[in-house]
């Protein structure tokens, strides 16, 4: 089963993260005690330090005594120092407490309720009970290097309520910071993976030939970087599936071709002798009459000589459109595969043929939509050109309409181009394709056909190697070619 990148980046965060916490918990919880111990074990050095460094008359001093006291305030430490007539030199807190107690040090018997903690060479740290308050106490007891007594002390009760108070505020705090972190980590590894996602949904486009999506990401980091490369292979993959693609159009349409090649030249020659009889029969007949003065009369010259333009003009085009067939069909046309928008091409010949098809009273009808397709220009140019010059010279009705649609099927398109009017035969649907096949030759010679167009359709669709077509309709004919999307 597939787990997603941001899962697991924020399953590890999560993890380290919640595994800190416990470890801050247990810390607080084993060593805070000890922790606040070492501090009350430190100012209580302090203190007798301080009152270890001044004589008699300097601890007699106001300076000495509000500056000790602060100290004492400052750490919760209660101070006192006798002279060795048991005469009170200084105190801080209760002093007749502290009296009663150091007067108990020294005259009463060790007590198995006080634990000496250190033994030092004049004074005792201990943990010692205070027989008046009940209370236990931290103490550093003994004399002063000048022979005085002393005792400093601060209370061990508030230790064990400060140590639960804190593992309790501990506690709450981090399922609080646990909360605020499991969802910074989330709204975190979601930026980081968005960009990877992103390549991976782009590199999942590539495997099926679609080079449309780019990455767009700024990261401004190495998957930057990344994403620019991948960019820049789908542009090469694009560029080179392309030139293959009409590589292999152009290896395969060869070697058919190479085998239709001399049958297609006689039966050129053949057809082409056959459609240029009439024109060349015509333009002979008019120009004898000319020559021998049949009419005399201008206006019948002028006619003669338009029937000669005319059908010297319906030779040319017919000689240029059995020119580029007899190229198709001959192999002699490369193709030039790339990959553009089926819209734009269809938009200027929609264009292009407008003031034809108002003349006619057409309506032109386009389903728009952008479409990408992988095809030759220009040969896809020239099929949907003759589709459309046929569609409008065919169309009929009391609603004359010429509509162009699209279908999609898999990776295919299918352009359709129908026109309203009379159905085709049957049995000429199959034969439209042929060279100079005309099912109506009366209406195809009125609009100056020559039976070549379809033909040179078909020619290109077999070149591009798609599917093209013809299909009656309940009111018309639709034509269709295919192109390939992928």
Known sequence: MKRSLRNQLSVIFSGIFIAIILVCILCNVFLLKEFFLLSKYKNLKSAYERLNAVNYQEMQETSFIISMRKFCEKND???????KDGEVMFFSGNALSMKTQLYNYYLSPARESDVVLKQYDTYVLRNALDEESQWRYIEAI???DSGDYFLVRTSAEGIENSVRLSNVFLVIITLIGIIAGIITISIATRKITKPI???AQISEKMTNLDFEAKYRGDASNEIDALGNNINHLSESLEKTIGELKSANANLVKDLENREKAEESRREFVANASHELKTPIALIQGYAEGLKEGISDDPESRAYYCDVIMDEAGKMNELVKKLMSLNELEMGQNTLS??????????????QTMSLLAQN?????????????VWSDVFKTEEVFRNYLSNALNHCAGENKEVVVSYEKKEDVLRINVFNTGENIPEESLGRIWDKFYKVDKARTREYGGSGVGLSIVKATMELLGMEYGCENKENGVMFYFCLPQK
Do not use: M, P
Request: hydrophobic share 40%; no cysteine.
């Open 337 to 350: 595969i790339e990959r553009f928008d089926i819209k734009e091409l269809i938009d200027n010949q929609l």
């Open 77 to 83: 430490i209660s101070a006192v120092v006798l002279d």
């Open 360 to 372: 006619k009273g057409i309506t032109l009808k386009y389903e728009e939509g952008s479409e990408f």
């Open 142 to 144: 003994g004399a002063l």
């Open 197 to 199: 996602q992103e390549l």
